[in-house]
């Protein structure tokens, strides 16, 4: 099993990642042993995770979701699903 999760940061950016073992993951974050990204804008907060069925499936997930706006993450952290096909259109 693995995971990929959402953190808020201290400067209200989120940082999307994966891992096998959640709970020791935000801990090395929280305490500026996470990513470059993470220790630089601490305090973080975990808004959102899902599970995989491994660390593959979890790495592509975590891919998908650095492509998505803001707004379309905060939709997916606040389980608004229905409104994800509108957030994916593009408007040029």
Not at 7 to 28: A, F, M, P
Not at 57 to 82: C, P, V, Y
């Amino acid at each position: 099993m693995a995971f990929v999760y959402i953190l808020k940061c201290s400067d209200n950016s989120y940082y999307v990642g994966s891992t096998t073992d959640l709970t020791l993951r935000i801990e090395e974050h929280k305490h500026g042993e996470g990513a470059n990204y993470t220790k630089t804008r601490l305090p973080i907060e975990l808004v959102y995770y899902e599970e995989c069925q491994s660390i593959e499936t979890a790495f592509e997930r975590e891919r998908q979701l650095h492509g998505w706006s803001r707004k379309k993450k905060e939709a997916l952290i606040k389980n608004m699903h229905d409104k994800l096909p509108e957030l994916s259109k593009r408007y040029t």
